[in-house]
């Protein structure tokens, strides 16, 4: 009798120990930092968000590639342009759902202004100013114009190209889990 106790307890022991101990476990691995959290984007995640209602106010509600236009287009601006058009292309049926979209401003280079205004799929969009943190990076703008992604473009064509595709991979997943725009 005493060794059929003994038995019960060590079951119930074993059975406790197989709930208790992955919990422990997976607790003491999220506290210590042990592995990669989940992110999957491929974009720097911009917190908080920043709001482009007041650069974007009378445009149609869409997720947007934006590029802030410098006071002279040089090779990493020329590769931030391309990028988001090729991207934009890329989305296929989606292409509706987004717009490439260019912010400029007085202090702008003018001639690459009237050149991009041209493109049929491009939206070029005037502002009386822009943030100055965002030059040299494309944004990912949701549906409510707040900027929550943000993608360093090199000066290599290359690399903007191999760049370009994380954007495309990132714009993707929003549009596939988004019910808006």
Not at 44 to 65: A, F, G, M, N, T
Not at 67 to 89: F, G, K, M, R
Not at 152 to 168: C, K, N, T, V, W
Request: charged share 20%.
């Amino acid at each position: 009798m005493f060794k059929q106790n003994k038995n019960k307890h060590l079951t119930m022991l074993a059975v406790a120990a197989v709930f208790v101990l992955p919990v422990l476990l997976a607790k003491l691995a999220l506290d210590n930092q042990w592995f990669n959290q989940g992110a999957t984007n491929k974009g720097q995640l911009i917190q908080p968000v920043v709001d482009y209602s007041s650069y974007l106010q009378d445009q149609p509600s869409k997720w947007r590639l934006v590029y802030h236009l410098p006071a002279h287009c040089d090779s990493t601006c020329e590769n931030a342009i391309y990028s988001i058009q090729q991207v934009w292309l890329a989305l296929g049926r989606a292409t509706d759902r987004a717009q490439p979209t260019i912010l400029y401003s007085a202090a702008s280079d003018a001639s690459k202004i009237e050149q991009l205004q041209q493109q049929p799929n491009l939206e070029v969009v005037a502002s009386a100013s822009l943030p100055e943190n965002e030059s040299n990076t494309v944004l990912v703008v949701d549906t409510m114009n707040n900027a929550m992604l943000r993608y360093a473009i090199p000066a290599s064509r290359e690399q903007a190209i191999l760049g370009s595709r994380d954007i495309l991979a990132d714009v993707r997943k929003l549009l596939k889990l988004s019910r808006i725009g």
